[in-house]
């Protein structure tokens, strides 16, 4: 069985409970609390020396950390990663632009607004913030107008990474009244099979 240290508030986390679910997976939920600490305890930094959650341990008690690595590992041969190499250099594409583009500033700021920010030193990066996600969101609805998915018009884990943290990016602030295509495909996904909420395991 899967054993899965995740926080439930984090989007990160919630990829991997969303694929787990969307492949019908079984799996123990080990919460960490980050606000106290517990994934920089001496025990935690020796299953991850990143101090960082998500982290998956397999059956064989290796354990792999990055969500979106874990996205990878756990669609390995699913309808979830396309087969076809163009295509899954296309997921990987997502992965990467979620990382880089879309996490570091709507999850950052959403971070910051739902714990007591932002403070003054966050205020003096909030507008570069809002402007880097903004665009990333502007990206992702070129796509999704002339698409239902991501990539190749089939569902994919690059649809989870970014759906992850595009569905709660309002909590951050983030205003997506001028982003239909983005609404649409969030409303496709929460219609999808064994869909879970961000709360949910
Ligand atoms: N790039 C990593 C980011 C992981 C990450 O930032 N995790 C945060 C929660 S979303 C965390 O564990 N923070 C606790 C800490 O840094 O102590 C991933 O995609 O898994």
């Not at 919460?31 to 001496?42: A, Y």
């Not at 930094?45 to 341990?57: D, F």
Request: net charge negative; charged share 25%; with cysteine.
């Amino acid at each position: 069985m899967y054993r899965l240290y995740d926080f439930l508030p984090s989007g990160n986390g919630y990829k991997i409970r969303l694929l787990l679910n969307a492949l019908d997976l079984s799996y123990d939920l080990i919460e960490v609390d980050i606000l106290k600490g517990e994934s920089r305890t001496e025990e935690f930094l020796k299953l991850n020396a990143n101090g960082r959650i998500p982290l998956l341990q397999l059956e064989n008690g290796e354990c792999l950390a990055e969500s979106n690595a874990i996205l990878i590992y756990l669609a390995e041969n699913t309808p979830l990663l396309p087969e076809d190499r163009l295509d899954k250099a296309r997921v990987l594409q997502w992965l990467f632009f979620e990382q880089y583009n879309h996490e570091p500033n709507i999850a950052v700021v959403r971070f910051w607004m739902t714990h007591g920010g932002p403070t003054e030193e966050q205020k003096a990066q909030l507008s570069a913030k809002m402007a880097g996600g903004y665009a990333a969101l502007d990206v992702m609805e070129k796509r999704l107008t002339d698409q239902n998915w991501l990539v190749s018009d089939t569902f994919t884990v690059a649809d989870i990474a970014l759906y992850a943290y595009t569905h709660v990016a309002h909590e951050g602030g983030f205003d997506l009244e001028d982003y239909p295509a983005i609404r649409n495909w969030m409303e496709r996904i929460v219609k999808r099979d064994r869909h879970v909420l961000i709360t949910d395991h």
